[in-house]
């Protein structure tokens, strides 16, 4: 399986090296990524909605401290080591976030623990009992038979996504499955997936985040295609028989 990871920019790396993919197709998948965030950034936090709270030590999380809770009826969620429990009711995920990793530097501090002054905390938004909205979506677009979002939901793989999205056409090179993703820092992260190795079980697949964009490229002979068919065909009426012999030439 290929597998290569990239920062806010145009190449995915890799330990082999590296594959660039076109300004075009990174801009379009950014452009989804850009506008979910600034749905969520408004977004005010409702009873029956399931967040993720990460607490982040020394570049490690401890298992205690990844907490997937659901907001109860009255806005309330509890979370370890906290001896209350936090109050969400008006919150944003942003205000929730901050609130949340000011009572666990109370809480480090209180126990002596060393790493008071050396943690993060993330809160990410998971699910939704209210009606969909941007942020419960992934998408799914490229050269897949029909380019959709689709209800995110535990358990959703990039090939489920695909396949609700009926499934890769003729021409995609589904070896190189872009999925772009949101990370910590608010910047965007790109892995290459190879969906036909996954087809065959040769390759582990992917579980989704909400907000994730899954883009199925053009392979290479449809790119070539449709350069001639812009730059060739389109501009200068040509056999393409005469064309067949000049390359064989």
């Not at 029956?48 to 607490?55: A, E, M, N, Q, R």
């Not at 490690?60 to 979370?79: F, H, N, S, T």
């Not at 535990?154 to 995609?172: D, F, H, N, P, Q």
């Not at 965007?188 to 199925?216: N, Q």
Request: glycine share 8%; hydrophobic share 45%.
């Amino acid at each position: 399986m290929r597998r290569s990871m990239g920062t806010l920019g145009l190449v995915l790396l890799g330990p082999l090296g590296c594959r660039t993919i076109s300004p075009e197709e990174f801009d379009r998948l950014h452009k989804i990524q850009t506008a979910m965030l600034e749905a969520q950034k408004d977004y005010v936090v409702q009873p029956g909605d399931t967040v993720l709270v990460t607490v982040y030590r020394g570049g490690a999380v401890p298992p205690e401290y990844r907490q997937e809770v659901a907001v109860q009826p009255d806005g309330k969620i509890g979370l370890v080591n906290l001896s209350a429990p936090v109050d969400t009711k008006g919150m944003t995920v942003a205000a929730l976030q901050a609130r949340i990793k000011e009572l666990y530097a109370a809480f480090f501090r209180t126990v002596g623990d060393p790493a008071a002054g050396q943690f993060e905390v993330t809160v990410q938004f998971l699910t939704s009992t209210k009606a969909a909205w941007l942020p419960d979506q992934v998408f799914v677009t490229g050269q897949v038979r029909r380019p959709k979002s689709v209800t995110y939901r535990r358990g959703l793989t990039v090939m489920k996504a695909v396949s609700e999205a009926e499934g890769w056409i003729y021409a995609a090179n589904e070896s190189r499955t872009v999925l772009l993703r949101r990370g910590t820092e608010g910047q965007s992260v790109a892995r290459e997936i190879d969906l036909a190795a996954v087809a065959l079980h040769e390759a582990e697949d992917i579980e989704l985040m909400p907000g994730d964009v899954v883009f199925v490229p053009l392979s290479t002979i449809a790119r070539i295609n449709l350069w001639v068919e812009f730059y060739v065909r389109g501009i200068i009426p040509i056999n393409p028989s005469i064309l067949r012999t000049f390359v064989a030439l």
